[in-house]
């Protein structure tokens, strides 16, 4: 079969949308939401270019397969970092073409010339392909951290005793601070830039505070008065509950332990059962250290990922990456990264905003 491989441009917005449409889901949030299509894949820094690879027929210009990416510039604005995130990955099933995706990524690779490249959410199927393009592959780590003042969960369950922990008080030289979407300064800039992939304080404003519909609550982590890391989590509400999850992370996670009291506070204040996170790169002694429990240590514990519909499950999210510039250091991956914490069902900003 003949086909040529190019990225997209706004002109190939029908075609990507009927082709989610048809051979993903014809309920697909991207293809309910031209909001969010464009919020993640209009390019922030090419006008008029998709961040899509596309592979065409040559005569009809079909779309035969794509591949989604979300690149950090995307939101942070800075060209000069290509660090970049995988989404959507599909060929269709009747093409009969042996390693049509792979082409797609090599396409990719070749023209965008990545500094590190990463997925969250992979199908179990694809891990081995990932594997042999070169990837480090994994699991986030899952930890979980209860409100103290709680007796009952609906959201989690099987929750015994031991799972929560005593009542801190706050370090006095703490403090958990909401920040604003306003200009920053070069100590949160330092805060953003030190893991990889490097993100900015501007992408913490575009990614966060000015997504399309959810709302996120941005606190600062103060240690003697100074900044030293960032810490973004979004509530969710279910079963006449709330949950707060950690989105991202910026900046020093050894702090972490002298916030165990701060964090419970914020617990307390937001009356949620919970925080959780799933991320790589932040070590497990640290997290314990803060209060939080290794969901995957405790048989008993569910603590579910999947809100939008709610399952009442734990469910392991698998990442992959490739450092393809040696000179960097530091990978950390939140589930924020990539497209995991996005809606999967039609959603107005309004709507998000009375949940929380």
């Given at each position: 079969m003949d086909f040529i491989i190019r990225l997209a441009n706004n002109d190939d917005r029908p075609a990507i949308i009927g082709f989610l449409r048809e051979h993903w889901s014809h309920d697909h949030i991207l293809v309910q939401s031209s909001a969010l299509f464009d919020w993640q894949h209009l390019s922030s820094t090419h006008p008029g270019q998709l961040n899509f690879v596309l592979a065409l027929h040559t005569t009809s210009q079909a779309v035969l397969a794509i591949l989604g990416f979300i690149p950090i510039s995307q939101f942070s604005l800075c060209t000069e970092w290509s660090e970049t995130f995988l989404a959507i990955w599909k060929a269709r099933d009747d093409v009969r073409c042996v390693g049509l995706g792979a082409q797609l990524h090599k396409y990719l690779i070749l023209r965008t010339q990545p500094a590190m490249i990463g997925a969250v959410g992979l199908s179990r199927m694809v891990v081995p392909i990932y594997r042999a393009l070169g990837?480090?592959?994994?699991?986030?780590?899952?930890?979980?951290?209860?409100?103290?003042?709680?007796?009952?969960?609906?959201?989690?369950?099987?929750?015994?005793?031991?799972?929560?922990?005593?009542?801190?008080?706050?370090d006095p030289a703490t403090r958990c601070i909401p920040l604003i979407d306003a200009p920053g300064s070069p100590i949160l800039e330092a805060l953003c830039t030190g893991a990889v992939p490097r993100k900015t304080w501007h992408y913490v404003r575009r990614r966060y505070f000015q997504h399309p519909f959810y709302r996120y609550h941005v606190f600062g982590l103060?240690?003697?008065?100074?900044?030293?890391?960032?810490?973004?989590?979004?509530?969710?509400?279910?079963?006449?509950?709330?949950?707060?999850?950690?989105?991202?992370?910026?900046?020093?996670?050894?702090?972490?332990?002298?916030?165990?009291?701060?964090?419970?506070?914020?617990?307390?204040?937001?009356?949620?059962?919970?925080?959780?996170?799933?991320?790589?790169?932040?070590?497990?002694?640290?997290?314990?250290?803060?209060?939080?429990?290794?969901?995957?240590?405790?048989?008993?514990?569910?603590?579910?990922?999947?809100?939008?519909?709610?399952?009442?499950?734990?469910?392991?999210?698998?990442?992959?990456?490739?450092?393809?510039?040696?000179?960097?250091?530091?990978?950390?991956?939140?589930?924020?990264?990539?497209?995991?914490?996005?809606?999967?069902?039609?959603?107005?900003?309004?709507?998000?905003?009375?949940?929380?």
């Amino acid at each position: 079969m003949d086909f040529i491989i190019r990225l997209a441009n706004n002109d190939d917005r029908p075609a990507i949308i009927g082709f989610l449409r048809e051979h993903w889901s014809h309920d697909h949030i991207l293809v309910q939401s031209s909001a969010l299509f464009d919020w993640q894949h209009l390019s922030s820094t090419h006008p008029g270019q998709l961040n899509f690879v596309l592979a065409l027929h040559t005569t009809s210009q079909a779309v035969l397969a794509i591949l989604g990416f979300i690149p950090i510039s995307q939101f942070s604005l800075c060209t000069e970092w290509s660090e970049t995130f995988l989404a959507i990955w599909k060929a269709r099933d009747d093409v009969r073409c042996v390693g049509l995706g792979a082409q797609l990524h090599k396409y990719l690779i070749l023209r965008t010339q990545p500094a590190m490249i990463g997925a969250v959410g992979l199908s179990r199927m694809v891990v081995p392909i990932y594997r042999a393009l070169g990837y480090q592959t994994g699991l986030l780590d899952h930890h979980v951290v209860f409100n103290p003042h709680r007796r009952t969960f609906s959201i989690a369950s099987g929750v015994e005793r031991q799972h929560i922990p005593a009542v801190v008080r706050p370090d006095p030289a703490t403090r958990c601070i909401p920040l604003i979407d306003a200009p920053g300064s070069p100590i949160l800039e330092a805060l953003c830039t030190g893991a990889v992939p490097r993100k900015t304080w501007h992408y913490v404003r575009r990614r966060y505070f000015q997504h399309p519909f959810y709302r996120y609550h941005v606190f600062g982590l103060f240690l003697d008065g100074t900044p030293r890391a960032i810490l973004i989590a979004r509530k969710v509400q279910e079963n006449d509950s709330a949950v707060l999850r950690v989105s991202d992370y910026l900046g020093d996670a050894t702090v972490l332990p002298r916030f165990q009291g701060a964090l419970q506070e914020i617990l307390a204040t937001e009356n949620a059962e919970y925080l959780d996170i799933y991320q790589h790169g932040i070590d497990d002694n640290i997290l314990t250290a803060a209060g939080f429990l290794n969901r995957r240590q405790q048989p008993s514990l569910i603590v579910p990922n999947y809100f939008e519909p709610f399952v009442a499950a734990n469910i392991e999210l698998d990442f992959a990456y490739k450092q393809c510039d040696p000179s960097l250091d530091g990978i950390r991956i939140f589930r924020g990264d990539a497209d995991q914490d996005r809606p999967n069902q039609p959603l107005t900003k309004q709507m998000v905003e009375l949940d929380v």
